[in-house]
């Protein structure tokens, strides 16, 4: 089970730190992502980074604003999110998938396995 957590209401150019956390398992082999997805919207890609950690990937909306990365003690993903516009507002799903290839960074909904239930992100303006 992946649970997410750090979502709430900031302003627009504040911050939010959001985590994933899986319990019964480690996230040893795994990629691991973000999407978001807004009222009447589709579900869309946020950031993405690889089973090593080495190597990341985002969507260009939150290039140079969001960070992902990874704690592999902790067992968990986060997405540091700042300089947050209106439109960044979204339900966010952590997402993960067990691989065997050290450097792959997945982006599409297909590509991932299993889903958090999502923590809502509501930036005012």
């Known amino acids: 089970q992946l649970v997410e957590s750090g979502g709430g209401l900031v302003q627009a150019g504040g911050s939010l730190r959001l985590s994933c956390a899986a319990s019964?398992?480690?996230?040893?082999?795994?990629?691991m992502g973000w999407f978001r997805q807004a009222p009447g919207k589709e579900r869309e890609f946020v950031a993405a980074?690889?089973?090593?950690?080495?190597?990341?990937d985002y969507a260009n909306s939150v290039k140079g604003r969001f960070t992902i990365s990874r704690d592999s003690t902790e067992n968990t993903v986060h997405l540091q999110m700042n300089s947050l516009k209106p439109e960044d507002t979204a339900v966010y799903y952590c997402?993960?998938?067990?691989?065997?290839?050290?450097?792959?960074?997945?982006?599409?909904?297909?590509?991932?396995?299993?889903w958090g239930q999502g923590t809502q992100v509501t930036v005012s303006s």
């Open positions: 997402a993960v998938v067990e691989t065997g290839r050290w450097s792959w960074v997945p982006r599409s909904l297909n590509e991932f396995a299993d």
């Open positions: 019964g398992r480690t996230f040893a082999n795994y990629a």
């Open positions: 980074i690889s089973w090593s950690g080495r190597s990341t």
